[in-house]
């Protein structure tokens, strides 16, 4: 088992930046594949990114790629997103996720998300 803990959530204006960090505790390992994916209001839950257990490997959304950085420290088990040049559309909770595979990404285990709102 795995638990997963986000915080760095808040509401912010457009154009700011925010970092999430996603503490991992538990069974936990550099070989899981860690991640984040978002859900806004009355939206499917989406991918956003996410980054090997070495983190030499990092994939984004389209809609996320050049403005954030996923990042992650595994001596102290914690992943990052930095969110840069935040936009209204990127509203959401943001859920870190655990995964063995890197491909496809789908979240063996989910921290419980912390809310982003940006504002215009």
């Known amino acids: 088992q795995v638990q997963l803990v986000e915080s760095g959530g808040g509401l912010v204006q457009a154009g700011d930046s925010l970092r999430l960090s996603c503490a991992a505790s538990g069974r936990t390992s550099s070989s899981y594949v860690m991640g984040w994916f978002r859900q806004a209001p009355g939206k499917e839950r989406e991918f956003v990114a996410e980054i090997s257990g070495s983190g030499r490997s990092t994939t984004y959304a389209d809609s996320v790629k050049d403005r954030f950085t996923i990042s992650r420290d595994n001596a102290k088990n914690t992943v990052y997103l930095q969110m840069n040049s935040l936009k209204p559309e990127d509203t959401a909770v943001y859920y870190c996720?655990?995964?063995?595979?890197?491909?496809?990404?789908?979240?063996?285990?989910w921290g419980k998300g912390t809310l982003v709102t940006v504002s215009s």
């Open positions: 996720a655990a995964d063995r595979s890197y491909y496809p990404f789908r979240g063996d285990y």
